[in-house]
């Protein structure tokens, strides 16, 4: 089983950044697809990015251009650079992981509850 924790979360102004960090335990980090989620209030659970074993990313329409994912295997973190933020960014932001590519892709597609590992979540904030 892998754990995740979640961190960076917070509150910025229009146009501001932060960087997610998502601290992985066990030894299976390597086997596991990654990925970014988040929830904004009345909202449904929605795919950010993903990366996958091989280094494959993937990312929503809404953050592309504006987010970068990224991982440090030495550090088994997983990141989420979040750049030029938006009202609409604000979300509990959830870092999640599976051992089946597809389950995880599959997230994106509204699928999400089928993910295997969640983080408890990070909030961010965006002021406009």
């Known amino acids: 089983q892998v754990q995740l924790k979640e961190s960076g979360g917070g509150s910025v102004q229009t146009g501001g950044s932060l960087r997610l960090s998502c601290a992985v335990s066990g030894y299976t980090y390597s086997k596991h697809c990654m990925g970014w989620f988040r929830q904004a209030p009345g909202k449904e659970r929605e795919g950010v990015a993903y990366v996958g074993t091989y280094g494959t990313t993937g990312y929503a329409d809404s953050v592309k251009g504006r987010f970068t994912i990224s991982k440090d295997n030495a550090k088994n973190t997983l990141y989420l650079q979040m750049n030029n933020l938006k009202p609409e960014d604000t979300a509990m932001y959830y870092c999640?992981?599976?051992?089946?590519?597809?389950?995880?892709?599959?997230?994106?597609?509204?699928?999400?509850?089928?993910?295997?590992?969640w983080g408890q979540g990070t909030r961010v904030t965006v002021s406009s």
């Open positions: 999640a992981a599976d051992l089946k590519w597809g389950t995880l892709r599959s997230g994106f597609d509204g699928n999400w509850r089928r993910v295997a590992s």
